[in-house]
Protein backbone atom coordinates (compact mmCIF):
# COMPACT_ATOMS: atom_id res chain seq x y z
CA UNK A 1 0.00 0.00 0.00
CA UNK A 2 1.02 3.33 -0.29
CA UNK A 3 1.27 4.05 3.48
CA UNK A 4 4.21 1.81 4.82
CA UNK A 5 6.71 1.01 7.06
CA UNK A 6 9.64 3.03 5.57
CA UNK A 7 11.61 0.93 3.06
CA UNK A 8 14.31 3.14 2.21
CA UNK A 9 15.36 4.27 6.24
CA UNK A 10 18.92 3.21 5.86
CA UNK A 11 18.06 -0.28 4.99
CA UNK A 12 16.36 -1.25 8.26
CA UNK A 13 13.35 -2.84 8.72
CA UNK A 14 11.72 0.55 10.63
CA UNK A 15 11.43 -0.15 13.72
CA UNK A 16 14.19 0.99 16.62
CA UNK A 17 14.02 -0.48 19.98
CA UNK A 18 15.62 0.87 22.73
CA UNK A 19 15.25 -1.07 26.28
CA UNK A 20 17.16 0.87 29.29
CA UNK A 21 17.27 -1.16 32.33
CA UNK A 22 16.30 0.50 36.11
CA UNK A 23 16.85 -1.42 38.60
CA UNK A 24 15.54 -4.91 37.76
CA UNK A 25 12.88 -3.58 35.56
CA UNK A 26 13.09 -2.39 31.86
CA UNK A 27 12.16 0.79 29.97
CA UNK A 28 11.31 0.03 26.60
CA UNK A 29 10.99 3.20 23.80
CA UNK A 30 10.10 1.96 20.19
CA UNK A 31 9.67 4.21 17.31
CA UNK A 32 8.95 3.68 14.34
CA UNK A 33 9.33 5.36 10.82
CA UNK A 34 6.75 5.40 7.99
CA UNK A 35 6.59 6.34 4.42
CA UNK A 36 3.14 8.16 3.42
CA UNK A 37 0.72 8.13 6.38
CA UNK A 38 -2.45 9.36 6.03
CA UNK A 39 -4.41 11.27 8.77
CA UNK A 40 -6.21 8.64 11.25
CA UNK A 41 -3.83 5.82 10.46
CA UNK A 42 -2.58 4.11 13.56
CA UNK A 43 0.55 2.18 13.95
CA UNK A 44 -0.34 -1.24 17.19
CA UNK A 45 2.32 -2.32 18.97
CA UNK A 46 2.56 -5.51 20.79
CA UNK A 47 5.78 -6.76 23.07
CA UNK A 48 6.15 -10.44 23.53
CA UNK A 49 8.47 -12.58 25.11
CA UNK A 50 10.41 -15.13 24.32
CA UNK A 51 7.62 -17.85 24.04
CA UNK A 52 5.42 -15.47 21.51
CA UNK A 53 3.12 -14.41 24.52
CA UNK A 54 1.81 -10.89 24.66
CA UNK A 55 2.78 -8.96 27.69
CA UNK A 56 2.07 -4.98 26.08
CA UNK A 57 0.27 -3.41 23.60
CA UNK A 58 0.27 0.03 22.79
CA UNK A 59 -2.11 1.68 19.50
CA UNK A 60 -0.83 5.81 18.93
CA UNK A 61 1.93 7.22 16.59
CA UNK A 62 4.84 6.29 15.28
CA UNK A 63 6.79 6.53 19.34
CA UNK A 64 5.71 4.02 22.15
CA UNK A 65 6.89 3.62 25.68
CA UNK A 66 6.27 0.17 27.64
CA UNK A 67 7.85 -1.22 30.90
CA UNK A 68 8.67 -4.11 31.87
CA UNK A 69 8.51 -5.50 35.39
CA UNK A 70 11.33 -7.75 36.53
CA UNK A 71 12.72 -7.92 32.72
CA UNK A 72 14.05 -11.45 31.72
CA UNK A 73 18.17 -10.17 31.23
CA UNK A 74 20.04 -11.23 28.62
CA UNK A 75 23.11 -12.70 30.14
CA UNK A 76 24.97 -13.93 27.51
CA UNK A 77 25.80 -17.12 26.76
CA UNK A 78 24.25 -18.01 29.81
CA UNK A 79 20.77 -17.44 28.71
CA UNK A 80 20.47 -14.69 25.52
CA UNK A 81 17.20 -14.25 26.43
CA UNK A 82 15.30 -12.35 23.70
CA UNK A 83 11.66 -10.44 23.23
CA UNK A 84 9.95 -9.02 20.48
CA UNK A 85 8.55 -5.92 19.34
CA UNK A 86 5.58 -6.13 16.60
CA UNK A 87 4.92 -2.82 14.67
CA UNK A 88 1.38 -3.16 12.49
CA UNK A 89 -0.03 0.12 10.47
CA UNK A 90 -3.15 0.28 10.57
CA UNK A 91 -6.13 2.09 8.63
CA UNK A 92 -9.58 2.08 10.35
CA UNK A 93 -8.79 -1.55 11.84
CA UNK A 94 -7.38 -2.72 8.57
CA UNK A 95 -3.59 -3.82 8.57
CA UNK A 96 -1.47 -2.56 5.90
CA UNK A 97 2.05 -3.16 6.90
CA UNK A 98 3.49 -5.04 9.67
CA UNK A 99 7.39 -5.02 11.29
CA UNK A 100 8.68 -6.63 13.86
CA UNK A 101 12.23 -7.04 15.33
CA UNK A 102 13.99 -8.60 18.63
CA UNK A 103 15.47 -7.18 21.10
CA UNK A 104 17.43 -7.86 24.59
CA UNK A 105 17.29 -5.83 28.03
CA UNK A 106 20.61 -6.06 29.41
CA UNK A 107 23.28 -3.29 30.90
CA UNK A 108 27.20 -3.61 30.70
CA UNK A 109 30.06 -1.96 31.97
CA UNK A 110 33.79 -1.63 30.69
CA UNK A 111 36.13 -0.94 33.44
CA UNK A 112 39.34 -0.25 33.74
CA UNK A 113 39.82 -2.67 36.68
CA UNK A 114 36.86 -4.81 36.60
CA UNK A 115 36.56 -5.53 32.52
CA UNK A 116 33.89 -6.51 31.06
CA UNK A 117 30.87 -6.34 33.80
CA UNK A 118 27.32 -7.56 32.31
CA UNK A 119 24.16 -7.26 34.50
CA UNK A 120 26.28 -6.05 37.14
CA UNK A 121 28.62 -9.57 37.37
CA UNK A 122 31.70 -9.56 35.85
CA UNK A 123 31.78 -11.27 32.12
CA UNK A 124 35.45 -12.22 30.96
CA UNK A 125 35.83 -11.83 27.19
CA UNK A 126 37.47 -14.38 25.36
CA UNK A 127 36.98 -14.98 21.80
CA UNK A 128 38.23 -14.13 17.85
CA UNK A 129 38.04 -11.49 15.14
CA UNK A 130 36.19 -12.71 11.99
CA UNK A 131 36.12 -12.15 8.45
CA UNK A 132 33.24 -13.48 6.76
CA UNK A 133 34.69 -14.70 3.72
CA UNK A 134 35.46 -18.28 2.35
CA UNK A 135 37.61 -20.06 -0.10
CA UNK A 136 35.81 -20.29 -3.24
CA UNK A 137 32.79 -18.30 -1.97
CA UNK A 138 34.08 -14.74 -0.79
CA UNK A 139 31.77 -12.66 0.72
CA UNK A 140 28.59 -14.38 -0.58
CA UNK A 141 28.45 -16.80 2.17
CA UNK A 142 25.07 -18.90 2.92
CA UNK A 143 23.17 -19.07 6.43
CA UNK A 144 25.07 -22.70 6.72
CA UNK A 145 28.23 -20.85 6.63
CA UNK A 146 27.69 -18.70 9.22
CA UNK A 147 26.22 -21.57 10.64
CA UNK A 148 29.02 -23.14 10.90
CA UNK A 149 31.62 -20.42 12.08
CA UNK A 150 29.29 -19.81 14.94
CA UNK A 151 29.36 -23.48 15.78
CA UNK A 152 33.17 -23.51 15.67
CA UNK A 153 33.49 -19.97 18.00
CA UNK A 154 31.33 -21.78 20.88
CA UNK A 155 32.90 -25.01 20.35
CA UNK A 156 35.82 -23.07 21.04
CA UNK A 157 34.29 -21.78 24.35
CA UNK A 158 34.13 -18.04 23.28
CA UNK A 159 32.22 -15.09 24.93
CA UNK A 160 33.18 -12.94 22.36
CA UNK A 161 33.10 -11.73 18.69
CA UNK A 162 34.83 -8.82 16.69
CA UNK A 163 33.10 -8.88 13.50
CA UNK A 164 36.30 -7.44 11.09
CA UNK A 165 36.09 -4.86 9.17
CA UNK A 166 32.84 -4.11 7.38
CA UNK A 167 29.15 -5.14 7.87
CA UNK A 168 28.31 -8.60 8.08
CA UNK A 169 25.43 -10.45 7.39
CA UNK A 170 22.16 -10.34 9.50
CA UNK A 171 21.75 -13.51 9.91
CA UNK A 172 25.18 -13.79 11.48
CA UNK A 173 24.24 -10.97 13.80
CA UNK A 174 20.83 -12.63 14.76
CA UNK A 175 22.94 -16.02 15.63
CA UNK A 176 25.20 -13.90 17.75
CA UNK A 177 22.09 -12.74 19.80
CA UNK A 178 20.54 -15.98 19.88
CA UNK A 179 23.66 -18.24 21.28
CA UNK A 180 24.54 -14.65 23.32
CA UNK A 181 27.95 -13.56 22.12
CA UNK A 182 29.19 -10.15 23.05
CA UNK A 183 30.10 -8.37 19.73
CA UNK A 184 32.39 -5.41 18.29
CA UNK A 185 31.04 -4.01 14.57
CA UNK A 186 33.05 -1.75 12.81
CA UNK A 187 33.26 0.25 9.74
CA UNK A 188 36.11 -0.68 6.90
CA UNK A 189 38.05 2.36 7.80
CA UNK A 190 41.30 0.52 7.47
CA UNK A 191 44.75 0.90 7.85
CA UNK A 192 45.46 4.75 6.09
CA UNK A 193 43.34 7.53 6.32
CA UNK A 194 42.25 8.84 3.50
CA UNK A 195 41.12 13.05 3.05
CA UNK A 196 38.51 12.26 0.35
CA UNK A 197 36.89 9.34 2.56
CA UNK A 198 35.19 11.32 5.24
CA UNK A 199 31.32 11.32 4.10
CA UNK A 200 31.97 7.50 2.94
CA UNK A 201 33.40 7.11 6.55
CA UNK A 202 29.98 8.93 7.58
CA UNK A 203 27.48 7.10 5.41
CA UNK A 204 28.43 3.70 6.59
CA UNK A 205 28.70 5.02 10.20
CA UNK A 206 25.08 5.92 9.69
CA UNK A 207 24.19 2.56 8.18
CA UNK A 208 26.12 -0.13 10.55
CA UNK A 209 24.54 1.74 13.77
CA UNK A 210 21.07 1.86 12.40
CA UNK A 211 20.35 -1.31 10.70
CA UNK A 212 21.80 -3.23 13.20
CA UNK A 213 20.74 -0.95 16.73
CA UNK A 214 18.39 -3.45 18.27
CA UNK A 215 21.06 -6.17 18.56
CA UNK A 216 21.60 -6.96 22.19
CA UNK A 217 24.96 -8.37 21.49
CA UNK A 218 26.31 -5.94 20.33
CA UNK A 219 28.10 -3.47 23.03
CA UNK A 220 30.77 -1.33 21.38
CA UNK A 221 31.02 0.77 18.00
CA UNK A 222 34.71 0.51 16.29
CA UNK A 223 35.62 3.68 14.40
CA UNK A 224 38.41 2.14 12.53
CA UNK A 225 41.27 -0.15 12.48
CA UNK A 226 45.06 0.48 12.76
CA UNK A 227 44.07 3.77 11.09
CA UNK A 228 47.80 5.30 12.05
CA UNK A 229 50.27 2.54 9.89
CA UNK A 230 51.07 5.85 8.13
CA UNK A 231 51.19 7.91 11.53
CA UNK A 232 48.65 9.34 14.26
CA UNK A 233 49.14 12.74 14.22
CA UNK A 234 47.37 13.83 10.82
CA UNK A 235 45.12 16.97 11.50
CA UNK A 236 42.65 15.40 9.26
CA UNK A 237 42.78 11.80 10.57
CA UNK A 238 42.21 13.08 14.51
CA UNK A 239 39.46 15.30 12.76
CA UNK A 240 37.59 12.46 11.23
CA UNK A 241 37.83 10.29 14.46
CA UNK A 242 36.40 12.84 16.31
CA UNK A 243 33.49 13.75 13.79
CA UNK A 244 32.60 9.79 13.79
CA UNK A 245 32.71 9.58 17.68
CA UNK A 246 30.49 12.38 18.04
CA UNK A 247 28.20 10.80 15.31
CA UNK A 248 28.21 7.77 17.34
CA UNK A 249 27.54 8.95 20.81
CA UNK A 250 24.41 11.01 19.34
CA UNK A 251 22.82 8.33 17.10
CA UNK A 252 23.38 5.72 19.86
CA UNK A 253 23.43 6.63 24.14
CA UNK A 254 23.42 2.92 24.87
CA UNK A 255 26.75 2.22 23.73
CA UNK A 256 30.51 2.68 23.44
CA UNK A 257 33.08 3.56 21.14
CA UNK A 258 36.18 1.64 20.58
CA UNK A 259 39.26 1.35 18.63
CA UNK A 260 41.29 -1.29 17.13
CA UNK A 261 44.83 0.45 17.52
CA UNK A 262 48.51 -1.23 16.37
CA UNK A 263 50.82 -2.24 18.56
CA UNK A 264 52.93 0.58 17.52
CA UNK A 265 50.39 3.75 18.39
CA UNK A 266 51.41 5.07 21.58
CA UNK A 267 49.21 4.55 24.65
CA UNK A 268 49.06 8.98 24.76
CA UNK A 269 48.65 9.25 21.28
CA UNK A 270 45.61 12.14 20.35
CA UNK A 271 43.98 9.60 18.53
CA UNK A 272 43.34 6.75 21.62
CA UNK A 273 41.91 9.38 23.77
CA UNK A 274 39.11 9.74 21.43
CA UNK A 275 37.08 6.70 22.04
CA UNK A 276 35.49 5.65 24.82
CA UNK A 277 37.55 2.52 25.14
CA UNK A 278 40.75 1.50 23.02
CA UNK A 279 42.01 -2.37 21.88
CA UNK A 280 45.45 -2.58 20.88
CA UNK A 281 46.13 -5.58 18.22
CA UNK A 282 49.56 -6.81 18.97
CA UNK A 283 51.63 -9.31 16.78
CA UNK A 284 54.55 -11.84 18.30
CA UNK A 285 56.66 -13.49 16.66
Known sequence: PAAHFDLEYYGTPGIKVTPIMEGADAKVAVETFLTNRKEGQTVRYSLKNKDGKEIGTFEGGTKANFHIQNAHLWQGRKDPYLYSMTAELLDNGEVLDTVSTRFGCR????????????????????????????????????????????DLILEMGCTTI?????????????????????????????????????????????????????????????????????????????????????????????????VAAASPCPIDSPYIRIPDVVSYNHYFG
Request: net charge negative.
Open 107 to 150: SYVIDPERGFILNGESYPLRGVARHQDRWGIGNALLPEHHKEDI
Open 162 to 258: RLAHYQHDQYFYDLCDEKGLVIWAEIPYISQHMPTGRENTVSQMKELIIQNYNHPSIVVWGLSNEITMKGDTDPDLLENHNLLNDLVHEMDKTRLTT
